[in-house]
């Protein structure tokens, strides 16, 4: 099949998960009306048609949780015992060694201390959404607050029915604004990722709860609406935000083509998200505000990801890559996982 290039390309699962040491994510409902904007993601005709698809996704995590595949963390005890788990069955960074590789740079089969257990163990997932085109009213966000959605990003490409995105220009209109007090109201944390230039400055005005971005790189390196400016990450960290770093090709390095430019062509190597997390590292001060972000679920697999990446296991490689820059063991840890840990225990206190 040739009609979208990342068919068979797909990068994520959950079997690459448990080995490459990942035992919590932040899983996403997507689903956008058509607003005669370019995305990469398809749209749908109405709002109805969209809050049916999330419905839909939402199912197959429920299925995915019966399987004993997932575990969905809805608040701090959850967290906490399902970090417990993992920590109590030896499996996380302590005993994980990297994907091994053979001289194509791709990845090849090992046994890895702590796999009999990795493979026994759900992995666990905080709701997110990306893009609030299926709220169809306000009440429908508490109805998905009810299901366990946690984190909420108001727009996603273009324009929105709520907020602008990525490529798009202008505030919150009035039922965007009434989103962010419910969002607030409920303790939801808002995922300012793919808002554009006014809808940032304006959640951030508007908005008192807590604030993160999911998977967002820096507009000093890569220059793209899409990305932080230095300013932006500047007033994220006066928040207490954690500022994921993405794995998207075209966001790591400046002059990417869709569907032309190729990871071999640029060069591209995982060692280039070195230099998004180290900027923002470097205007915060300290290694507090970054995480990984990966957007390695999004509508793109390893012909637009970084050449030495086969798959999301290969991620058990940043902390070498981070030894390799200068960083300390503490910090190391805070980046791989800690800096989003702790910013879930301090939202759900």
Not at 92 to 109: C, K, N
Not at 313 to 340: C, M, Q, S, W
Request: with cysteine.
């Amino acid at each position: 099949m040739t009609d979208k290039p990342d068919r068979g390309m797909g990068t994520v699962c959950l079997p690459e998960m448990r080995r490459g040491g990942i035992g919590l994510c932040v899983a996403t409902l997507i689903a956008r009306i058509e607003h005669n904007a370019y995305s990469p993601v398809f749209g749908w005709r109405s709002q109805a048609q969209a809050w049916a698809q999330t419905q839909g996704q939402l199912a197959w995590y429920r299925a995915m949780e019966e399987a004993g595949e997932m575990a969905q963390i809805r608040d701090a005890a959850g967290l906490e015992n399902h970090l417990k788990l993992w920590k109590d069955e030896r499996v996380g960074r302590a005993v994980l060694s990297p994907p091994q590789r053979d001289e194509t740079s791709r990845p090849t089969e090992q046994v890895r201390p702590g796999a009999s257990q990795t493979d026994q163990l759900p992995i666990g997932y905080i709701l997110s959404l990306e893009g609030a085109d299926s709220i169809v009213t306000i009440k429908h966000l508490e109805r998905t607050y009810e299901q366990g959605l946690r984190a909420i990003g108001p727009a996603h490409y273009g324009p929105g029915v709520y907020a602008n995105g990525t490529d798009a220009s202008g505030g919150f209109n009035a039922k965007g604004r009434e989103l962010l007090k419910e969002t607030e109201r409920l303790g939801m944390i808002l995922d300012v990722t793919h808002l554009c230039d006014d809808c940032f400055w304006e959640a951030l005005d508007l908005f008192h709860g807590r604030i993160w971005a999911s998977h967002q790189n820096c507009r000093a390196l890569v220059p793209h609406n899409r990305q932080f400016s230095d300013e932006q990450i500047k007033a994220l960290v006066e928040r207490g935000a954690v500022i994921g770093a993405a794995l998207d090709a075209w966001m790591m390095v400046p002059g990417w083509v869709r569907r032309k430019t190729t990871p071999e062509a640029v060069g591209l190597k995982l060692e280039r998200i070195m230099d998004h997390i180290d900027h923002v590292c470097q205007i915060a001060g300290n290694a507090r505000h970054s995480g990984i972000g990966s957007d390695l679920d999004g509508a793109f697999g390893r012909e637009q990801t970084p050449m030495d990446l086969d798959t999301i296991a290969d991620l058990a490689r940043v902390p070498d890559l981070l030894t390799a820059r200068g960083y300390k063991p503490a910090d190391i840890e805070l980046i791989a996982h800690g800096n989003f840990v702790r910013f879930l225990r301090e939202a759900w206190k």
